[in-house]
């Protein structure tokens, strides 16, 4: 699409008649597809989830620029210049294409400049944000442009996307595929590792058996606690940071906090442990510093949190064979989109440790049996067999309760290593988020440069003081390093 139709000519989105001529879509193809199973799925209640992309920028923000690039980049990709419509003959929605015009997608609020807090100002539009959803009549995104200077950025904008456009793995890269090194304007960022990816890797007989015996033992899990009876009635414990019914329609704060990623480095090191590890293990202890706190307020008897609690995460795992940034803006690509991400539900130990390091090795012996098994891949397979078995009504029901049943959604995933630009414009930081869901927390950590950004997004009802839980993190992260430098010693 070199050009994009003029506003006025356009009542509304239409849906394009000579599908011949409609870039993105091959000649002679039947473009009237059906969403995926999994795509369908967050249509239903209780997982009507929207993911949000914030991106900070060093530069100010030019509007036209980004509407140009976008034209080049986003509209190629079917899935962004595509209705969502309802079948009235089969009832499943199908893919539609249709003439996008791109100023029904980009937003530019009139902003006051001397506002006393900017931050503040974005918090709340963001939280805003979390109060609508995207009309079906166009294509299910947008971008607002917040032209607003703040202590960290020059201006702010923010994506969202309805999420049976994609998991959030895909819409990452995509975004980042739209970025190029500031050092080298011609080549894409690099992320960290290797481009593989897999729920289980095997080097060895050893190996495979581990995973063989960690996935039988998943699977019994799986079966009999993960699907069956946290659906029934196997609840989290009912804590400061358990959401109420109903949560995954209200309002939502999302807050950015960034750590040192030399000090998260520092602990891996030290301890020989995953990055991941490090991050959970911080996220552990900072709950129990939250939470010792909320009960306190509650009941000032009250100097510790109640034993034997259940606090469980849903932790997502890609499931893609590869990440690589370059297969994310060729809509053909084989495998590339969709939403492919199993979970497993991960058990927090939040007690209090007379050492701090136990909290990060406490997270490494959770997170290596996890990943020495195929629950992830478990919890995928399951979810679309019973899709084909009993419909996308009583999977959306199913999946609502298992969520609902744990305390909070955890995502990790790193990013670029180095400074980058996105449409020429440098980058300050990567914040994505969701909201939507029936849960009243969840922590997305992602890597960036010389940071580890926190984004936190939270139901205010439930958790009033997001900051706090942010200041709770930090602290942990300094409390768990300095008792590395004193093992050290």
Avoid at 10 to 22: A, V
Avoid at 76 to 91: A, C, E, H, I, T
Avoid at 279 to 306: C, S
Avoid at 479 to 485: E, G, L, P, R
Wanted: net charge neutral.
């Amino acid at each position: 699409m070199d050009s994009i139709p003029n506003s006025n000519t356009l009542r509304s989105i239409k849906t394009t008649k000579n599908r011949e001529t409609f870039e993105g879509f091959k000649k002679g193809e039947d473009h009237d597809q059906p969403l995926s199973p999994m795509a369908q799925l967050f249509h239903e209640p209780g997982s009507n989830v929207y993911i949000i992309g914030i991106m900070g920028t060093k530069t100010k923000i030019h509007p036209d620029v980004f509407k140009e690039n976008l034209v080049h980049t986003f509209l190629k990709n079917r899935r962004f210049s595509s209705l969502q419509v309802m079948d009235k003959d089969n009832g499943c929605m199908k893919w539609i294409p249709t003439h996008v015009n791109i100023d029904d997608h980009v937003i530019i609020p009139e902003l006051n400049s001397n506002m006393e807090s900017p931050e503040k100002f974005i918090e709340d539009y963001i939280s805003n944000l979390s109060k609508s959803h995207i009309e079906h009549t166009k294509p299910l995104w947008d971008l607002h442009i917040l032209d607003i200077k703040t202590s960290e950025t020059e201006g702010t904008c923010v994506f969202r996307f309805h999420h049976s456009l994609g998991d959030g793995m895909s819409l990452m890269n995509l975004l980042l595929a739209c970025t190029r090194k500031v050092s080298d304007p011609e080549a894409l960022p690099t992320l960290p590792g290797n481009n593989k990816s897999g729920v289980a890797k095997v080097a060895s007989l050893w190996c495979r058996l581990r995973v063989l015996w960690n996935s039988f033992v998943a699977l019994l899990m799986f079966v009999f606690d993960f699907k069956i009876l946290t659906a029934m009635f196997l609840q989290d414990t009912k804590t400061p940071m358990k959401g109420s019914k109903g949560v995954e329609h209200r309002a939502r704060r999302f807050v950015v906090r960034s750590v040192s990623l030399d000090d998260v480095k520092f602990v891996k090191r030290a301890m020989n442990v995953t990055l991941n590890d490090v991050v959970l293990g911080v996220t552990q202890a900072g709950f129990y510093r939250y939470l010792r706190g909320r009960y306190n307020e509650i009941d000032n008897q009250r100097d510790d949190i109640p034993d034997n609690m259940r606090f469980r995460a849903t932790f997502f795992f890609n499931l893609r064979a590869t990440t690589r940034i370059d297969d994310f803006i060729d809509t053909d690509a084989v495998g590339t989109w969709g939403n492919k991400i199993g979970y497993s539900l991960l058990p927090f130990d939040i007690r209090f440790k007379n050492n701090p390091l136990d909290y990060v090795r406490d997270a490494k012996a959770i997170v290596e049996h996890k990943k020495a098994s195929l629950e992830p891949l478990f919890t995928y397979f399951f979810t679309k067999l019973f899709i084909m078995l009993f419909g996308i009504k009583a999977a959306g029901k199913l999946n609502h309760k298992v969520f609902y049943n744990t305390t909070l959604w955890f995502s990790n995933v790193p990013g670029p290593q180095e400074e980058i630009t996105f449409f020429g414009h440098k980058v300050a930081y990567i914040a994505p988020s969701c909201y939507g869901q029936p849960n009243a927390l969840m922590i997305h950590v992602v890597s960036y440069m010389d940071k580890v950004i926190f984004i936190i997004s939270a139901d205010e009802e439930t958790i009033p003081d997001p900051h706090k839980l942010c200041d709770d993190l930090e602290d942990s992260l300094r409390d768990i390093k300095a008792s590395v430098q004193l093992a050290s010693c």
